[in-house]
Each structure stands twice: as C-alpha cells, then as structure tokens.
C-alpha cells in the first residue's frame, strides 16, 4: 500500500499559528480505507523545521517532502485527498536514504 507521509510543525511558533488545528483536521479524516482509499497515512508531529522565519511562515506543514507555509487547514487537506486518490507508491523519492547493501 501506498503511503502519505505528513509532517506538521509543532514548534512553538506553528503552534500558535494553529498548526495543532490542522493536525485535528487530518485526525478526522480517519481511516482513509473507509472511503474506499487505499492510502496509508502516516502524520508525525515534528520540532521546529527552521524554516518559519520565526514565525512569518507559520504553520509550516510537510507532505512527502513538499513544504506550505502558512499552511491553511483547507489547502493541507485538498492536498491529502488529491494524493491518496493516486495515492504514492511507499517507495517514493522523499523515503530517507537507506543504507544499500
Ligand atoms: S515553529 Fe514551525 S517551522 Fe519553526
């Protein structure tokens, strides 16, 4: 199964830019089989991504490696349902570097 891997700033400044709202918002998306997706979503709640301008680009969200800033609830989650419905194979180009053999 494909996965979606969802990073959502929960540094201070994100967090009070309401990045914990759209980690809510993803949250009631539940289970995504249920709508007849077959997408594994994997969201993480990550410290800061240094990459908020102290707080000017707040909240920063990371999905499969493509960074928003001011990240907005409706445009993280247009974003999610467009990729479970070709939902990434698990083995896409953002999965850390693993060690060969
Ligand atoms: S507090 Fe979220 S990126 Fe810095």
């Known amino acids: 199964m494909g996965k979606i891997k969802v ?19 993803i949250d009631s998306l539940g289970d995504l089989e249920e709508s007849g997706i077959r997408c594994d979503l994997d969201v993480i709640m990550v410290p800061c991504l240094e990459n908020c301008e102290a707080g000017a680009l707040s909240p920063v969200v990371r ?7 001011r990240a907005e609830t409706e445009t993280v989650m247009a974003k999610l349902l467009e990729l479970a419905k070709n939902c990434p194979d698990s083995t896409d180009n953002n999965t850390q570097e693993q060690a060969g053999h």
């Open 63 to 69: 999905i499969n490696g493509e960074t928003f800033f």
């Open 7 to 25: 990073e959502v700033c929960a540094g201070t400044f994100c967090t009070m830019m309401g990045s914990m709202d759209i980690a809510a918002a």
